[in-house]
């Protein structure tokens, strides 16, 4: 009966239906990004334990060299990436040099342990990278000094001559968004916008060899090389005055990724990095976290203004409701008249208010999953880092509030059918 | 005495205790336009299955005694028995569960339900009873179909003609085989070729369910149907069961 009273008024059940629908899906839709969100972020932050950088901005230096997001605070030395090999709760070390993009890709070097070494956090020991396609290449950083030293004594020494070195293992994103499949060659642009305007480095030309699989990280995104093939290129010799080393010196790294040993170690040298005047440690796991602490607010902003919205428009089906029953004053005499007791027309009254309640509920869910999908497909395109919105059964039980809601708010016009006298009601039809 | 359902003719009866209405020294008092007015009757009897008709002038308080018998109002005084059962000495919640049960209206306006169709509206008049609820929608059915409306179930109140709607109202009062069928001027609404028909169908279809019928008009013609007819207001009512 409940269902038939809606039906017979479908544009203000359905436009009452929305407005709730509408705040619910806000308040559920904003809830489920910023958990999908951090956890995504967090993921792809697990791919070492810590980061080294220059000194700066510890965030800075996480978004640039684990999200590829931005500019690095300066360089470090390859110096320090040999001390760090060294050290005793080291697992390993993988030196690291960001900044050119291709056709938007961000071009990265990275030494071959790269891809034997990082662990993408899954519980336990974590998934390894896998190739879809093709092989890594094989160019150990430690001859890179004596390539470099080669083309530097000048003469007829020219890059193209070590073809083993211009080689490139290219994210699943990166592959299909440049083309870049193995066997495809590409010359790497310059500067962090690629486009029209980048200087182009006509005597380099890299190959794929190979492609690696989705991970849903920023990993997708990037192009790899190996990570002295920027010292190698012309515009990054080093000259007179960059020749000094430091956070200016084009030969130096972006960042080393860490992974330690847990507890003391870890603390250990963390410490040590960052009581170094050359160099800082960032934890990516530490720097995500407060990093979604901020946003933590914006996102309670957000939800306490969606509740709002879902209030505002629990009182207009109330209102909507309310205006019916004068009209309907008929319709309850006629039932009391049938035999409905009192308390039988308030719980009708309450359904419908309910029923429109749960409606707007359920197609706030709907709603509120396409606007997550939207959103996190743009955070993949934009950073590569994958959301997996999934309804949780946290959403569940918010339509069993918003329908909760509804039908304690319908009581108000629904004390009005209770009060419905039928006799008088009746007679005065005549 | 406890209520056991209508008199013999129909599957659902076992015998209705005589009266099948009894009022006695009843008292009641109502505000309408500004003025009071005030019903008193002494003493109603009406036998099973027998068909009266209440006649007085406007504000005599016919509705209000149908009303009384039916269980929407509680006298003032007074006392008031249908089928057994003490309806002054019941809570509101029992009186609508009476009236559900044992109860029909036929009101002169018919109080149709627009958002349902003529079936439905039909089976309304047994939602509301745990009795028979099971297989409502059959009896709701076939009652049409003996009505001549076996063409025109699925069709809601606006499509139907006023005398299609009173066989409807008439219909929904009688669906669940009440006790007491309870009509307020019935064929008020209907030009006259129409309210013989339709007066014949209430009287017929009354006898054929066993209902005892309590009809309150203001058209002698109509209340020559009956068998016999009660005058309240300035007349006065006659002791029980003389002649009108």
């Known amino acids: 009966m409940v269902l038939r009273n809606l039906r017979r008024r479908p544009l203000a059940t359905g436009l009452t239906s929305v407005s709730v629908a509408l705040g619910v899906a806000l308040f559920a839709a904003v809830g489920a990004l910023r958990h999908a969100a951090e956890h995504g972020f967090q993921r792809s932050a697990g791919i070492c334990d810590q980061v080294v950088g220059a000194k700066g901005s510890p965030l800075q230096l996480v978004l640039s060299s684990i999200y590829y997001l931005g500019a690095s605070p300066g360089n470090v030395s390859w110096d320090l990436w040999r001390e760090l090999r060294t050290w005793k709760g080291v697992r390993w070390a993988v030196p690291v040099a960001i900044g050119d993009t291709h056709r938007g890709y961000r071009v990265v070097g990275v030494s071959d342990e790269f891809f034997s070494r990082v662990r993408l956090p899954n519980g336990g020991e974590g998934d390894p990278l896998r190739l879809a396609e093709g092989r890594v290449f094989d160019y150990p950083p430690e001859r890179f000094e004596a390539l470099a030293a080669e083309l530097d004594a000048g003469g007829d020494a020219h890059l193209e001559d070590h073809p083993e070195v211009l080689r490139a293992v290219v994210g699943a994103e990166a592959a299909a968004g440049a083309g870049l499949r193995v066997g495809a060659r590409f010359a790497p642009a310059h500067g962090l916008e690629g486009g029209a305007a980048a200087e182009r480095h006509a005597e380099a030309e890299v190959e794929v060899v190979g492609v690696l699989e989705p991970t849903g990280t920023p990993i997708d995104r990037a192009v790899f090389v190996p990570v002295g093939l920027y010292h190698l290129l012309a515009g990054h010799r080093p000259t007179a005055e960059t020749a000094t080393g430091g956070a200016r010196d084009p030969r130096g790294l972006s960042a080393i990724y860490l992974r330690t040993v847990p507890g003391m170690y870890q603390i250990r040298i963390w410490r040590r990095l960052n009581d170094r005047l050359d160099a800082q440690s960032a934890r990516p796991v530490d720097e995500v976290r407060k990093l979604f602490r901020l946003v933590g607010g914006l996102d309670l902003a957000l939800r306490a203004i969606s509740a709002l919205v879902v209030v505002v428009a629990v009182a207009g089906v109330v209102a909507a409701l309310t205006n019916t029953m004068a009209a309907r004053r008929r319709e309850f005499a006629v039932l009391r008249a049938l035999g409905a007791r009192r308390r039988t027309l308030l719980g009708l009254v309450t359904a419908e208010s309910a029923a429109i309640a749960f409606l707007g509920g359920v197609l706030g869910l709907v709603l509120a999953g396409v606007l997550a999908a939207v959103a996190s497909e743009y955070v993949r395109r934009n950073t590569g880092v994958a959301l997996s919105v999934l309804p949780r059964p946290a959403d569940l039980a918010l339509v069993g509030a918003v329908t909760l809601a509804g039908a304690l708010a319908g009581l108000l016009p629904a004390v009005r059918a209770y009060r419905t006298e039928p006799a008088r009601v009746l007679a005065s039809q005549l | ?244």
């Not at chain 2, 029909?104 to 079936?119: E, R």
């Not at chain 2, 009688?174 to 030009?191: I, R, S, W």
């Open chain 2, 1 to 244: 005495m406890t209520w056991r359902g209508s008199s013999a003719g129909t599957p659902y009866s076992t015998p209705v205790p005589e009266p099948a209405i009894l009022v006695e020294d009843a008292v009641k008092r109502w505000r309408s336009g500004g003025e009071v007015h005030e019903l008193r009757l002494p003493r109603l009897e009406v036998a099973p299955g027998e068909r009266v008709a209440l006649m007085g002038a406007s504000g005599s308080g016919k509705t209000t005694l149908l009303n009384l018998v039916g269980g929407l109002l509680t006298p003032d005084a007074g006392r008031v028995v249908v089928a057994g059962v003490e309806v002054t000495a019941l809570g509101e919640a029992a009186r609508d569960r009476f009236r559900a049960e044992h109860v029909g209206y036929l009101f002169q306006t018919f109080h149709l339900l627009d958002g349902y169709t003529a079936l439905e509206n039909v089976e309304l008049g047994a939602a509301f009873t745990r009795r028979l609820r099971r297989g409502a929608r059959e009896r709701a059915e076939a009652l049409l179909r003996r009505l001549g409306l076996g063409e025109r179930l699925h069709h809601p109140p606006s499509r139907l003609s006023i005398g299609q709607q009173a066989r409807v109202a008439l219909a929904r009062a009688l669906v669940d085989h009440p006790a007491v069928l309870l009509a307020d001027e019935p064929t008020g609404a209907l030009d006259e070729a129409s309210a013989a028909v339709v007066l014949e169908l209430v009287l017929d279809s009354a006898a054929e369910v066993g209902a005892t019928v309590l009809c309150a008009t203001h058209d002698p013609e109509v209340a020559a149907a009956f068998d016999r007819t009660v005058h309240l207001g300035a007349a006065g009512p006659p002791p029980s069961r003389s002649g009108s």
